[in-house]
């Protein structure tokens, strides 16, 4: 019951017991009052009937006095007058017809109202003739009660009403502070630490605005203070404190966890970028001269890979600068590497006319990236070719002498014509794995992998390579819409919640998201079900359309996740703010996570981060059970992981090649 009901009823209730003890108080007046006037009114008239008829009696004149009585007005006060002789013998008498109760018998009953007796002596001179009995009758007397009592609660609940009308407002405006105070409050616990400029004019409810205010501005620094700490931890142990990009830990464990996902083909290309004579540059000018070339070094990539959120960009050791990019065919790879080396090969230093700066590149490619050490060696191996050449250049791992080019080539594949194809023929295949429970291994939700058909007899491709053809070719809205749509019919009749990885290209789409509304409004029971999952980078690139995009799926009972997370490098400040479900650990920092003493204290500030704002932390990619009791102790809520179970296909189309 609310408090604005609780006042309400109290009030009123005030105004019924006071008219309880009012009424209780009036009645009993009014009893009072009208016995006396019952016992004063039967008393004055047996007294005037007693000279009236004292002449009749002393002639024992019975027509008379029969005359007489029948002269006595009823008008209901009477039940019956009586003149008995001095004897006590019943000369005449005459009764009254009773007066009909329109009071319940319970209220005479309450009231007690009783009859009253006027008696009077008639005599004749001195001679006493007899006595002269007049009986009340109180009737009309509780019939006058009951009606007062009637109107007095009429009145009583018209008031009430009107009380109530004019304290409706009253009371809301009263209360409109505490309303505020609620909402305050609410907004607190999701994160969002607001505070109220308005005080109340009750010196209680300001006082107690003043007090949330302090202690929202309280919270708000300690989180801050929280997530400052955190993305400090993930700085010292992720993140080059020079250049600001991966450190070789960091990008080492993501290599090695996208060559060890099973899920369908990948491929990738790994560039290695070294500045030859760095040494030299220190000796001349200093270190912090040679500093600020490697600091250039790392901007231009970063700037130059910045429409690519799938790149990895690392300082793996002294002047090496490692770049991996997965998703993206032979040719765009040659492409994007010539454009990289190109940018590079102009940066310069304060000295170049004595020291020209020299920057050589290793470069491999590969179809399907199954080992990310075998990488790093052809990478590294092409760097080694450049030793006696003290001149800016890059190679091909493929065009060194003594290496062998990839067996198996994507570049063949027209990606235009691959991915509108897909769209047309439906050309997909839906696999789901399983998210278990920490505490019982109970399967919470299933999570999606789209894959596609191959060309070339070769196995399925992944929704890596895929899904950054289909963004390129700005399908990528189109494939979401298909996956969503062949997953609601065959999930019609599953009660189990389902995760759905979106594109940013369908985030960021309008058109995307009211398709969207109008599909989960169609299908209303799936919805429920539904959670869609983005990768946390795309928080710096699309977050006012995420948010949106969040609204339109709150309104239909969906959900949203994040995927890949702990990786961010700007923060963690919008977690704060942003309505989501749960949270899942990006696999690199999962994988052989009982060995790794860092990444535990990492993972464990990101589970009590997660814990304030109530949202469970999945881990993903547990591969083995030492991994997996090291993440229960560190507060983890549920895993997915080959540990549990492989993907699993639940719906495949007819396949064709190209």
């Known amino acids: 019951m609310t408090l604005f009901r609780q006042l309400l009823s109290a009030i009123l209730a005030a105004m019924l017991l006071l008219y309880i003890g009012n009424m209780s108080v009036g009645l009993r007046s009014m009893k009072n009052l009208l016995e006396h006037q019952l016992r004063s009114h039967s008393e004055d008239t047996a007294t005037s009937i007693a000279l009236s008829i004292s002449a009749a009696a002393s002639r024992q004149d019975l027509p008379a006095l029969e005359t007489i009585l029948s002269g006595v007005s009823d008008n209901g006060f009477y039940q019956g007058i009586y003149f008995r002789d001095i004897n006590d013998q019943l000369i005449i008498e005459r009764r009254f017809e009773r007066v009909a109760h329109t009071s319940p018998q319970w209220f005479v009953a309450l009231i007690g109202l009783s009859a009253n007796e006027g008696v009077a002596e008639v005599a ?21 009660l009951w009606h007062m009592a009637v109107g007095q609660l009429s009145w009583l609940a018209l008031i009430s009403a009107i009380v109530a009308l ?167 790879a040659g492409r994007l590497a010539e454009e990289l080396f190109n940018g ?52 091909r791992f493929a ?58 007899d070769g196995p399925d491709l992944s929704s890596r390579i895929v899904v950054p053809a289909f963004e ?45 509304d109008a599909f989960l409004g169609d299908n209303p029971v799936f919805a429920r079900l539904l959670s869609c999952e983005f990768a946390e980078p795309m928080v710096k690139l699309a ?48 994988r052989n996570i009982h060995a790794l003493s860092d990444n535990q204290f990492y993972i464990k500030a990101l589970v009590q981060l997660a814990e304030a704002r109530s949202l469970p932390v999945i881990a993903v990619g547990v591969e083995s059970q030492a991994d997996w009791d090291c993440l229960i102790s560190l507060g983890v809520a549920s895993g997915q992981g080959y540990l549990f179970s492989r993907p699993k296909v639940i719906h495949s189309l007819h396949q064709s090649t190209i």
């Open 472 to 516: 390129r070719a700005d399908r990528a809205p189109a494939l979401d819409q298909l996956v969503l749509t062949e997953l609601a019919a065959q999930w019609r009749d599953r009660d189990d919640s389902l995760h759905v990885n979106i594109c940013l290209s369908s985030l960021k789409s309008a058109e995307f998201h009211c398709w969207m």
């Open 166 to 332: 004019l304290l409706w407002p009253v009371l809301r405006r009263l209360l409109a502070p505490l309303q505020a105070l609620e909402s305050q409050v609410q907004s607190i616990a999701r994160q969002e630490f607001i505070e109220q400029a308005a005080m109340p004019r009750t010196r209680e409810l300001a006082s107690l605005v003043r007090a949330i205010n302090q202690m929202s501005s309280q919270l708000q620094n300690s989180f801050r203070s929280q997530l400052d700490l955190i993305a400090n931890l993930l700085r010292q142990t992720h993140t080059d404190p020079l250049t600001g990009l991966s450190n070789r830990a960091d990008f080492d464990a993501r290599l090695c966890s996208f060559a060890n996902d099973e899920s369908g083909q990948h491929c990738a290309v790994l560039m290695i970028f070294a500045v030859q004579g760095l040494d030299k540059i220190n000796q001349m000018a200093g270190r912090v001269e040679g500093n600020s070339v490697l600091l250039a070094l790392a901007n231009c990539l970063r700037e130059s890979l910045a429409d690519y959120q799938q790149a990895v960009i690392a300082r793996r050791q002294g002047p090496e600068i490692a770049v991996f990019v997965s998703g993206i065919d032979a040719e765009e």
């Open 124 to 144: 004749s001179g001195w001679t006493r003739l007899g006595s002269l009995v007049v009986v009340s009758h109180p009737g009309r007397a509780n019939n006058d």
């Open 399 to 456: 065009d060194i002498q003594g290496a062998q080019a990839p067996l198996v080539s994507l570049s063949a594949i027209d990606w235009h014509v691959f991915t509108a194809q897909i769209i047309a023929e439906k050309n997909i295949q839906l696999n789901i794995q399983g998210v278990f429970s920490a505490t019982d291994r109970e399967i919470l939700a299933y999570e999606l992998f789209s894959s596609f058909p191959a060309t070339f």
């Open 344 to 395: 590079v090969a102009e940066l310069s230093w304060q000295r170049q006319h004595e020291q020209p700066l020299v920057i050589q590149m290793g470069y491999t490619y590969s179809d399907n990236v199954s080992n990310g050490s075998e990488l790093l060696s052809e990478a590294d191996m092409v760097l080694c070719s450049f030793t006696q050449h003290q001149v800016s250049g890059w190679a």
């Open 543 to 590: 977050d006012h359309d995420i948010r949106h995009f969040a609204a339109i799926l709150a309104g239909h009972g969906a959900g949203l996740g994040i995927d890949g997370f702990g990786l961010g490098t700007s923060g963690f400040a919008y977690l704060g703010s942003m309505p989501l479900n749960y949270l899942k650990l990006d696999r690199s920092l999962s």
